[in-house]
Antibody, heavy 122, light 109 residues
Framework: QVQLVQSGAEVKKPGASVKVACKTS????????INWVRQAPGQGLEWMGW????????SYAQNLQGRVTMTTDTSTTTAYMELRSLRSDDTALYYC???????????????WGQGTLVTVSS | EIVLTQSPATLSLSPGDSATLSCWAS??????VAWYQQKPGRAPRLLIY???NRATGIPGRFSGSGSGTDFTLTISSLEPEDFAVYYC???????????FGQGTRLEIK
């Protein structure tokens, strides 16, 4: 079955960087885009960006432009999200999630990874 | 950026009731709207895509409607497991620019 398994929890100091991995399996990796979504404690969902696993094209949320980089490794079918210059308000659960359909998918994310807790604290 | 506004923020109902959740977009998004259910400690679950299509395995009591700027998620005859937080999401343009609504909490009355 389709699975997205994320790397473990991280604790970082303000100003540091974090890189979260999302290992995929059960489908053809290059056919579906990958999104990253985060959720601060007790808050709603925030889309961070999308990467095409076929061409490596990216689209980032405006408020994260310049601090976030999304990449993929097709040899290991793994997606990565790196966030730099971390602040306390970056403390959140970070999810990777696949586009529901291949190509220019109209809507819907499915399935989701289990989430990676990133804590930013001095 | 397209802003999605969900209403109400909290909805208090009893099992067996029908729930109507609304989502408004600040500009037209066609039918590119999805709905998710999230329970505490769990990742969101896709319920509806393309405004009105149920995702695989989603019970028939969940239905979505709307297009343009106004969207609705209806849950008929609420089951105890339906009490959760619900989010709408839009996907617009290429490359994708995506936003979520702030969520509606459906609680037991």
């Amino acid at each position: 079955q389709v699975q997205l398994v994320q790397s473990g929890a991280e604790v970082k100091k303000p100003g540091a960087s974090v890189k979260v991995a999302c290992k995929t399996s059960g489908y053809t990796f290059s056919k579906y885009g990958i999104n990253w979504v985060r959720q601060a404690p007790g808050q709603g969902l925030e889309w961070m960006g999308w990467i095409s696993t076929y061409k490596g094209e990216t689209s980032y949320a405006q408020n994260l432009q310049g601090r976030v980089t999304m990449t993929t490794d097709t040899s290991t079918t793994t997606a990565y999200m790196e966030l730099r210059s971390l602040r306390s308000d970056d403390t959140a659960l970070y999810y990777c999630v696949r586009d529901r359909c291949s190509g220019d998918c109209s809507s819907g994310f499915d399935p989701w990874g289990q989430g990676t807790l990133v804590t930013v604290s001095s | 950026e397209i802003v999605l506004t969900q209403s109400p923020a909290t909805l208090s109902l009893s099992p067996g009731d029908s729930a109507t959740l609304s989502c408004w977009a600040s500009q037209s998004v066609g039918s590119s709207v999805a709905w998710y259910q999230q329970k505490p400690g769990r990742a969101p679950r896709l319920l509806i895509y393309d405004a009105s299509n149920r995702a695989t395995g989603i019970p028939g009591r969940f239905s979505g409607s709307g297009s343009g700027t106004d969207f609705t998620l209806t849950i008929s005859s609420l089951e105890p497991e339906d009490f959760a937080v619900y989010y709408c999401q839009q996907r617009n343009s290429w490359p994708p620019r995506i936003t979520f609504g702030q969520g509606t909490r459906l609680e037991i009355k």
